[in-house]
Every structure is written in C-alpha cells, then in structure tokens.
C-alpha cells in the first residue's frame, strides 16, 4: 500500500523543483518514502511508460479535483457568458520591471498545442519558461498568484513569460485543450481551468488581448491581471473563452501567464 502525498510533501516536491534539483533525485527520495511511483512521475511532469499510463488511468478515477469559485477579492467584469476578473496592479512597476529583465535572458520559440512546434503564421512570440529557473524572485509571484486565486500551487502549471516584439501576435486560440490535444497533455492531470495571465508593460501600441465572443478587448497596463476560467459551471469546456493577441504595432510586449489544471 503506498503513502498519500500530503500537502506538505506536495510543498517540498514544488520547493526543489523551483530550486532546480534533478527530478530524478527528487523522485528518487519520494520512491525511498514509499509514495506511488506513477503518482509522483505526474506530478513532477516527468514522461511516463507504458505501465505508468495504465497506472495513471486508474489513479484520475480517484483524484481531486478542484471546484468552486477561486478566492478573488472582486469580479469586475459582468454580464458576459464567461467567468472572466480584471485586477488592476496586481504586480508593482518594479516587480514587472525585474521579471522583464528575467524573461529576456532565457527565451525560446513559443510553440502551439495543437502540434508543439512554433509557427510563424499564427503564434510569433517567444517563450520563457520562468518556473524553471531557481529564483526566489520568480517563487514568490508564482506564490503571490497561487495565493490570490486561492487554488493550491500542485494544481498549477510551470509559471511562463511571452516576449512580443514589433508584429508578433497570436492569432484567435483556446487556453483549454481540444479533445486530441487533451489525450496528448493531460498526463493524469485533466483539462486547463483558470488563465492568470499578467501584462508587463504598456509603453507600446496594439498588442490588446481580445475575446471576441465576449466582444470584450484589454490593453495592456503594468501589473494588470486578467484571470479566466476556460470551463463552464459543470466542468465542459467554455467556447466564449476563445481570445487573441493582437499585433504589437509599435514597441514590445512582454506579460507572464500560469494556467492551472483540474488535478
């Protein structure tokens, strides 16, 4: 019989992977602690065999899922088919100043769902994923975030930052993921619940974030936070969540995104 994974255990297993420890060693002392093999293996993003994908089948028939209304102070944004928040200076000009700073050193192609490769026709901008980087910096927004919404950090996603440059945009997509996209990324973990996503800067024209089926256009202000939940009440993927970037016209745009998950 393995042991549960507390909360505790949980902390420790995020702790040492925000700081950079091998998840091979940190798997390791979890086996040494008799915690389930396959359970671990999810959490840690690690890629499973064949015998964890039958274990992991059976482990989401039991898993927790979270439900219920995150712990935001205030919705501001109402009368549209979505559950949709906007927070004004969520994060200080400093605090977006450094994570900028950040984002730049360590940049990547950012790629698409749909087949995880980039593609300069619909998404142009590059991608850092800040979680993996050991910083206690970069730990404590990803607390702050975790901590506004009220949604334990293990049900979260690598904490990322976008760097759009003059022309770069995404064009219209979904945060959820589509029924083949799903059985590709679930990984034990299920669908995409809650966007936060987190403007940087606003010395720069275009580059909006638009919801057209909400009819709803944001534009980047520093520190801004938009936070969206890309399911409906019942748990089935909402259509009106669909959004885009627009094209940055004049300057960059960097903002940072954490999307969390129903396991």
């Not at 989401?60 to 549209?80: E, Q």
Request: net charge negative.
């Amino acid at each position: 019989m393995h042991k549960e994974l507390s909360k505790e255990w949980l902390d420790w297993i995020l702790e040492n992977i925000q700081r950079g420890v091998d998840k091979k060693d940190i798997l390791q002392i979890l086996m040494e602690q008799k915690f389930d093999s396959t359970e671990c293996k999810i959490i840690l993003g690690m890629e499973l065999e064949n015998e964890d994908i039958l274990a992991a089948k059976e482990l989401s028939k039991k898993a927790i899922t979270y439900s219920g209304n995150p712990k935001i102070p205030h919705k501001n944004i109402d009368n549209v088919p979505a559950e949709i928040y906007e927070i004004k200076k969520f994060l200080t000009k400093r605090e977006c100043d450094l994570l900028i700073a950040e984002i730049k050193k360590k940049l990547r192609p950012s790629t698409i769902a749909s087949s995880g490769e980039y593609d300069a026709t619909y998404r142009t901008s590059k991608t850092c994923d800040l979680g993996n980087i050991e910083s206690k910096f970069i730990s404590d927004i990803d607390r702050k975030i975790c901590d506004f919404i009220g949604i334990n950090s293990t049900y979260g996603e690598t904490l990322q930052g976008q760097h759009y440059l003059k022309g770069d945009e995404f064009k219209v997509h979904t945060d959820y993921f589509e029924e083949e996209q799903l059985k590709e990324h679930d990984k034990g973990r299920g669908q995409r619940t809650y966007t936060f996503m987190i403007y940087l800067n606003e010395d720069l024209q275009g580059g909006e974030t638009e919801f057209p089926e909400l009819n709803s256009i944001f534009e980047p202000k520093i520190g801004k936070a938009l936070i969206w939940n890309n399911l409906n009440e019942d748990g089935s993927i909402n259509r009106n969540t669909m959004h885009q970037a627009h094209p940055v016209t004049h300057g960059e745009k960097t903002i940072i995104t954490k999307w969390f998950r129903e396991k």
